[in-house]
């Protein structure tokens, strides 16, 4: 099994910053991707920034500029620093992983839990 556990959430007002951490643990062969995504009330969950073990990033077109995520991958930790926060970045932010337990096995996904953000006009 794979453990995922997000923090760093919290209350932020309007233009402020805020990093979230994220980290994997458990029978992890090797860590395809990480990423974060987020769902504010009455919306469905939506990708927020995305890390693979190549290197490859991407990101909402929403948080494009203000949003960077990076990775320990020694640590199967990743980060998101989220900068010039918004009303709209509102949401309960998850974490997931995406691994393998056994060479050339099966990718599966694993999410945390949540972590909420709020940010305050």
């Known amino acids: 099994q794979v453990q995922v556990v997000e923090s760093g959430g919290g209350l932020v007002q309007a233009g402020g910053s805020l990093r979230l951490s994220c980290k994997a643990s458990?029978?992890?062969?090797?860590?395809?991707?990480m990423g974060w995504y987020r769902q504010a009330p009455g919306k469905q969950r939506e990708l927020v920034a995305v890390?693979?073990?190549?290197?490859?990033?991407n990101y909402a077109d929403s948080v494009k500029g203000r949003f960077t995520i990076s990775r320990d991958n020694a640590k199967n930790t990743v980060y998101l620093q989220m900068s010039s926060l918004k009303n709209e970045d509102t949401a309960v932010y998850y974490c997931?992983?995406?691994?393998?337990?056994?060479?050339?096995?099966?990718?599966?996904?694993?999410w945390g839990q949540g972590t909420q953000v709020t940010v305050s006009s």
């Open positions: 458990g029978s992890i062969f090797s860590m395809i991707a």
């Open positions: 997931n992983a995406d691994v393998r337990m056994v060479l050339d096995g099966p990718i599966f996904r694993y």
């Open positions: 890390s693979t073990s190549g290197g490859y990033t």
